[in-house]
Structures are given as C-alpha cells and as structure tokens.
C-alpha cells in the first residue's frame, strides 16, 4: 500500500517521515492557502522534507481544460515528477485525456462518487481520489463508494488506484484500507492519532512506575 500525509507543514512531514513509511505528500489549494506560501516555495520544501524521495501532489485551479493542461506544465516545471491533481469535472476529464497523452501524471480528485471516479480512470488518471468523509456528510456512504471504485476499477481499469482522502479519523482510514483500496492520504491529525493514543502513554507511564517503585533507577 501508500500512504501519504494531505498536509503541507513542512516541518511536521519532516518529523512523521521518521515515523511513517511515507510514499509521499498530498495537497490541495485549500491545503496551500492555510500556508500562506506559494507552491513554488512549498513543493521543494515538501521534497527536502521527504529525504528526496516520494511523490508530491498539487492541484489546478484552471476550470477549463486547456488552461488546466498548462497549470499542470508549470507545476511539473517546479517538480518534474509531479503527479497532477485534477477535479473530475466534465472540462476535468478533458484534461486528464489530454495530459495522459502529454505523460504526465494525474490524479482525478473531488470524487463523489463511483461513476465518477471510473470515468476519471478511463480517461486515464493514475490515481483516483474519492472523499471519504465529505461523502458521509452528504448523508452518503464513503466507505461503500470507495469499495464499489476498487470493485470496478479492479475490473475495468486495473492501471489504476484508489487514493482515498478526506479523512477525519483512524477507523475510517481502516475501514477504507479493508475494502482494498490500496492508497490513502491522511491528515496530520489522523496519522498522530494512530500512533499517539491516551491508553499507549497510559501503559508506558505504568511500565516506567512500576519498574522504578522495584529498582529505584531506569535501566538494566
Ligand atoms: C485530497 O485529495 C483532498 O484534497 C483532501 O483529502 C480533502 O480533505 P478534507 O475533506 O478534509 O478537506
């Protein structure tokens, strides 16, 4: 599987990329914007935090396919193997054909839904990113959107992944990775929570007290 962060605090990717097995970093213009710095500062940065290695994902803002196209032509000029996010729209699609026959790698995002996360796939994206938690908050299923993406992706456009985003909790990026999505992209609070539970600190602190009220020191 891959995992990556959906951040753009370059100081904490740095820090989790000692923890977590990255396979890189998400973002999206709502993501770059909290940072208040520009992408042309932030992806080098994002790339240096990843030791070099691992992949980066920024998005297009263009509505229209052909500006699309050239968004994504200076993105790559920042990060030459860039992996291009692109909202499946109908002038989306139009992008992710036009790019796929370019070579340059994309990732169809904002997904709502099954039909279109497979139509992203067969235009040709690499990645396919359905959002989990804004489905359920619609009052849909995000899990079972992202199971029936893997089901038909598996058999109609097997060149292509499940990214699943848009997370809020743990159990939920569980649940998705169960279903056999084979890639998601978490926030920064969700990764810290997998690791960082009250009940761990709890058994280590009465690790450390008993072993002290035996021995009176740490150590062997
Ligand atoms: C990824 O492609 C999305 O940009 C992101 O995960 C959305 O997450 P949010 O719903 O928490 O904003």
């Avoid at 978490?186 to 280590?204: H, K, N, R, W, Y």
Wanted: proline share 6%.
């Amino acid at each position: 599987m891959e995992l990556y962060l959906d951040t753009s605090d370059v100081v904490a990717v740095r820090r989790l990329a000692e923890i977590f097995p990255l396979a890189g970093v998400t973002t999206n213009p709502s993501i770059i914007a909290s940072g208040k710095r520009p992408l042309k500062v932030v992806l080098p940065e994002l790339q240096q935090a990843l030791g070099g290695k691992g992949r980066l994902f920024a998005q297009v803002m263009a509505r229209d396919a052909e500006q699309m196209v050239e968004e994504a032509r200076k993105l790559r000029a920042i990060i030459p193997d860039l992996v291009v996010k692109v909202p499946v729209t109908a002038q989306g699609l139009a992008a992710i054909k036009l790019l796929k026959q370019q070579g340059i790698p994309t990732l169809g995002t904002a997904v709502y839904g099954a039909a279109q996360g497979l139509l992203a796939a067969l235009a040709g994206a690499e990645y396919i990113a359905p959002y989990v938690n804004r489905i359920d908050a619609q009052g849909g299923n995000g899990i079972q959107t992202v199971k029936e993406l893997q089901q038909l992706l598996t058999l109609h456009a097997p060149e292509t992944k499940v990214l699943a985003a848009s997370f809020k909790t743990p159990r939920q990026a569980l649940d998705c990775l169960l279903t056999g999505c084979e890639s998601i992209t978490l926030p920064l609070d969700v990764a810290e929570q997998m690791i960082a539970t009250p009940a761990v600190s709890a058994a280590v602190e009465k690790f450390e007290q008993d072993w002290l009220a035996a021995f009176g020191a740490p150590g062997f």
